[in-house]
């Protein structure tokens, strides 16, 4: 079993900082990308960013400048620092990880719980 926790969700006023945390544990053989979605009231969940295995990063246009991703192999984590905030950026953010749980097995989709973010006007 392979399990994401999130932390550092909260609430921030616009134009704060604010940074969410993830670490993968249980059993797996490897990782491939990790990343971040979210999801605000009414809308679909729409992705952040990831950041592939070999350090190749893709964001949202929407937060391109503002959200930086990055990852600690060593600890399997990957971090999200979010600056300049606005109230659109209000949602549940998710982590979300491609794990392999043993040679010659297929990535599978894994998800954190979620963690709030707020950001008040």
């Known amino acids: 079993q392979v399990q994401l926790a999130e932390s550092g969700g909260g609430m921030v006023r616009t134009g704060g900082l604010l940074s969410l945390s993830c670490a993968a544990s249980g059993s797996f053989f490897s990782i491939n990308s990790m990343g971040w979605y979210r999801q605000s009231p009414g809308k679909p969940r729409e992705l952040v960013g990831t950041v592939s295995s070999s350090g190749i990063l893709t964001y949202a246009d929407s937060v391109k400048g503002r959200l930086t991703i990055s990852r600690d192999d060593a600890k399997n984590t990957v971090t999200l620092q979010m600056r300049s905030l606005t109230p659109e950026d209000t949602a549940v953010y998710y982590c979300?990880?491609?794990?392999?749980?043993?040679?010659?097995?297929?990535?599978?989709?894994?998800w954190g719980q979620g963690t709030q973010v707020t950001v008040s006007s």
């Open positions: 979300h990880a491609l794990v392999s749980t043993a040679r010659n097995k297929p990535l599978l989709p894994y």
